[in-house]
């Protein structure tokens, strides 16, 4: 059976960058932003968010009560949805092509509110993926081997037979824990160069 490919969205086919979000809450709330970048972290409330465990309006409750800042929900909404700097025209150039050698789908820790985001400011671009999975769809996220192995169940692929880039060792780790050949890609340089490679160029 052919391989497919299987990739991560954030730091690898979509620029990303806290640093936006962390402003724009700055600027919502009238604190300083150097509070959400010393205090705020990928914590349990977080991963739960991120398979659906925790609504938007849960999750922004726990960050106003963990961190101590006020703000409405539409304001920490605004802040999280300023996350997405563009797409990697380099590694989007490359995704029609690849769909034509190869099944090509996505793997994402996410949740709903970014979802929809992305698939309205990046529907196009993303259109060439047979199918995205998310987390907060999955019901499991990355690095958990079991969540690899569902996505693939659901491909149709056994993991070996499954390409796997992310910009995250962890979760480059679970996925060749869960068998498959996976890879870190940490610039858009390096996802393209292993893209290009998959593509015999």
Not at 60 to 84: D, F, T
Not at 167 to 177: C, I, P, Q, S
Request: hydrophobic share 40%; with cysteine.
């Amino acid at each position: 059976m052919e391989k497919a490919v299987l990739l991560d969205l954030g730091g690898v086919v979509l620029e990303i960058d806290f640093h936006r979000v962390f402003a724009s809450w700055a600027n919502h709330s009238g604190v300083d932003k150097s509070i959400f970048y010393e205090q705020w972290s990928l914590d349990d409330a977080y991963k739960q968010h991120e398979v659906d465990a925790l609504s938007f309006q849960e999750y922004s409750a726990h960050m106003s009560r963990s961190l101590g800042v006020s703000m409405s929900e539409l304001s920490w909404q605004k802040g999280w949805n300023a996350l997405w700097v563009g797409t990697y025209k380099s590694v989007i150039e490359l995704l029609p092509l690849l769909a034509q050698k190869y099944t090509l789908c996505a793997f994402s820790n996410t949740n709903a509110t970014h979802a929809a985001s992305f698939n309205h400011h990046f529907g196009t671009e993303l259109s060439h993926f047979e199918t995205l999975y998310l987390s907060q769809e999955v019901g499991q996220r990355k690095p958990d081997t079991q969540a690899f192995l569902t996505v693939c169940e659901n491909m149709g692929y056994a993991p070996k037979d499954v390409v796997f880039l992310d910009d995250t060792l962890e979760n480059v780790k679970g996925a060749k824990d869960a068998g498959l050949e996976a890879y870190h890609t940490r610039t858009e340089a390096e996802v393209t160069s292993q893209l290009s490679k998959l593509l015999g160029a």
